[in-house]
């Protein structure tokens, strides 16, 4: 099943390369490599996939990761 995974930010996201940035683009890369990798990035097995993958999201520790399952169309 294909998800969305929307991203909320409850404060404004510190700019990369500052202190208050710290390691966040790194974690981003690291957590998208890691989803390409095992090839979740267009399929995840059920929600409790997707669900366990967007708590990896660096968003997921300071705001919010909210899972959507998206529409299959016929021939997807």
Avoid: H, N, S
Wanted: net charge negative.
């Amino acid at each position: 099943m294909k998800y969305l995974f929307l991203l909320y930010a409850d404060t404004p996201m510190p700019e990369p390369g500052t202190a208050e940035g710290g390691t966040l683009p790194e974690d981003r890369t690291e957590a998208r490599q890691a989803m390409a990798e095992t090839g979740v990035l267009i399929e995840c097995a059920d929600l409790d996939d997707a669900l366990k993958w967007a708590a990896r999201i660096p968003t997921a520790r300071d705001g919010k990761v909210e899972v959507r399952p998206t529409l299959q169309m016929a021939g997807d």
